[in-house]
C-alpha cells in the first residue's frame, strides 16, 4: 500500500457538528471538570472522553533514537520510518535480521510479528537472500501471544519461516554503526545477564507508557499504572461519573487495538447519553479485540478474543487459522470501515456481516467461540 493511501486530512474524517480545538493536553482537572491545554486555555465539560493513547518511548532503549532510520535500525511504529522499513526491506542482501518486542504493553501485541512475516517472504522471494538470512525475533515476553491457541499456531508459523524465537530478551542498548543490539536476558530462575547480538537489520518495537499527561493526574489509580482507571465494562471512570475513556489509554484488561476501540467506542457513546440523561449504564464492552496477524502477503490470522482471553470468531469460522479472506478484509475491509465509518462516527455494529445475517440464522451458525481453552490441534475448523 502506497504510505500516502494512509493519510487523510484531519477535517475530513471529523463528524459533522464536532468543533475541532487544536491544542495539546497539559493537565487534568476532573474535580473542577476542565482540561488545561498547553497554550494556558481552559476547556470546561459536561463528559470528558479521554482518547489519548498510547506513549512510545523511543529514548528508553540506549542509542535508539540516534540510530534510528539508519544503519538498517527501523520501526514500523512511526511513519517516517515505516517507509525506511520498506527500503530496508528491499535493500536486505542477506546477514542477520533482528526483530524485538518489549516487556511493556504496546499497541497490536501482533505488529512486532507481522512485519517479521513479511520479511521473510520478501527475503525467500529473491534469489539467494532467504538462504543467506538468518531471523531472530527477541522478545521481552516468555511467549508470542498471551491467548495459548493463537500462540500455539505463532509458534508453529515461525518455525515454518525458520524465524528463531529467543524468550526474555529485552532490547536495551543499540549500537547503529557498530550493528549491534544489547538485550538483558532474564533466565528461568530469574538470574539476568546480558547479550551482544550482531545485526544487518534490526526492526525495534520500543518499550511503550500511559501518557505521562495521565499517569501525573487524578485519573489514574496510581503513577505507576497510568492508565485511565475505568470500570472495564462501562468505560466509565472508577471516581468520576463524568469522565468516561477509550482505546489504548484506557486500563481495559485487553490487548490494546483498533478493534478495541471499534466495539468500546458505541459502548461508552450509551452510557454517556445515560449519565447525561440520569439514567443507569446498561451498555457493556466484553473485552473484544483483534489483531490480524499478517503471516504472508496473500494470508492473515484474524486473531479475535475478549476478556475469557480464548478465541473467539465474529465470522462463524475457526479463527486460529491463516486465510486468504482475512488478507481481504484486512487489506480492503478494514480501512474502508475505519476511514468511512468508525472515523466519522457512523454505527457500524456488525455493519458488515448484518446482511448475511438472515442466512446465518437459517443454517444456525452462531459466532464461533473456543469452549475450553483449547490448543490449536482441538480446534475444529
Ligand atoms: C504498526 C501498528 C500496527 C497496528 N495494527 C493494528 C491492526 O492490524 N488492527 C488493529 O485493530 N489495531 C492495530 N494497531 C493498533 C491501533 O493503531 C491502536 O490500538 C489504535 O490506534 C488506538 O486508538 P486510540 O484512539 O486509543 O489512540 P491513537 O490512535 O494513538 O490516538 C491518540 C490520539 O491522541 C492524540 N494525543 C496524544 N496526546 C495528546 C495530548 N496531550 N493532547 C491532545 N491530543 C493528544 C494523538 O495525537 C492521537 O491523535 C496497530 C498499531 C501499530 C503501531
Not at 24 to 37: C, K, R, S, T, W
Not at 64 to 74: I, K, M
Not at 80 to 106: E, M, S, V, W
Not at 241 to 253: H, L, Q, R, Y
Request: aromatic residues 10%; neutral net charge.
Amino acid at each position: 500500500m502506497p504510505a500516502r493511501e494512509t493519510r487523510r486530512a484531519e477535517r475530513e474524517v471529523v463528524p459533522h457538528g464536532v468543533e475541532l480545538i487544536h491544542g495539546e493536553v497539559a493537565q487534568f482537572d476532573p474535580d473542577q471538570q476542565a482540561v488545561l491545554l498547553i497554550n494556558g486555555e481552559r476547556v470546561t465539560y459536561d463528559i470528558l472522553i479521554v482518547a489519548l493513547g498510547i506513549e512510545i518511548n523511543w529514548s528508553a532503549v540506549d542509542g535508539l533514537v540516534e540510530s534510528l532510520g539508519h544503519h538498517g535500525v527501523t520501526s514500523i511504529y512511526s511513519r517516517h520510518t515505516a517507509i525506511y522499513t520498506r527500503q530496508c526491506l528491499r535493500d536486505f542482501k542477506g546477514g542477520n535480521a533482528i526483530f524485538t518486542q518489549p516487556g511493556t504493553a504496546i499497541k497490536c501485541g501482533g505488529a512486532p510479528q507481522k512485519i517479521m512475516h513479511l520479511a521473510r517472504q520478501q527475503f525467500d522471494a529473491r534469489s539467494g537472500v532467504g538462504v543467506h538470512s538468518s531471523l531472530v525475533f527477541c522478545t521481552a515476553q516468555s511467549s508470542l501471544f498471551p491467548v495459548d491457541a493463537y500462540n500455539a499456531k505463532m509458534v508453529e508459523i515461525s518455525e515454518r519461516h525458520h524465524c528463531k524465537v529467543r524468550y526474555r530478551h529485552n532490547l536495551i542498548a543499540v549500537d547503529g554503526p557498530g550493528r549491534q543490539a544489547t538485550f538483558r536476558v532474564t533466565g528461568p530462575d530469574g538470574e539476568q545477564g546480558l547479550e551482544h547480538l550482531p545485526f544487518d537489520l534490526l526492526h525495534v518495537v520500543p518499550p511503550m507508557s500511559a501518557p505521562r499527561v495521565v499517569a501525573s493526574s487524578s485519573l489514574a489509580r496510581t503513577a505507576a499504572e497510568g492508565w485511565v482507571d475505568v470500570d472495564s465494562r462501562t468505560g466509565r471512570h472508577c471516581r468520576y461519573d463524568t469522565v468516561f475513556a477509550v482505546g489504548d489509554v484506557g486500563s481495559f484488561p485487553t490487548a490494546k487495538t483498533g478493534a478495541a476501540v471499534r466495539k468500546q467506542a458505541p459502548v461508552v457513546a450509551k452510557n454517556v447519553v445515560a449519565t447525561l440523561q440520569g439514567q443507569d449504564l446498561s451498555s457493556t464492552y466484553d473485552g473484544y479485540t483483534a489483531c490480524p496477524l499478517i503471516t504472508s502477503n496473500h494470508s492473515v490470522m484474524l486473531m479475535e478474543f475478549d476478556y475469557s482471553y480464548k478465541p473467539v470468531s465474529s465470522f462463524f469460522v475457526n479463527p486460529v487459522k491463516e486465510r486468504w479472506s482475512m488478507w481481504l478484509l484486512e487489506r480492503f475491509g478494514f480501512p474502508w470501515i475505519y476511514w468511512n465509518r468508525m472515523l466519522k462516527g457512523y454505527p457500524h455494529e456488525g455493519f458488515l456481516l448484518r446482511p448475511f445475517r438472515p442466512l446465518a440464522r437459517f443454517l444456525g451458525l452462531q459466532r464461533w467461540q473456543a469452549l475450553n481453552s483449547p490448543s490449536h490441534e482441538s480446534l475444529e475448523d
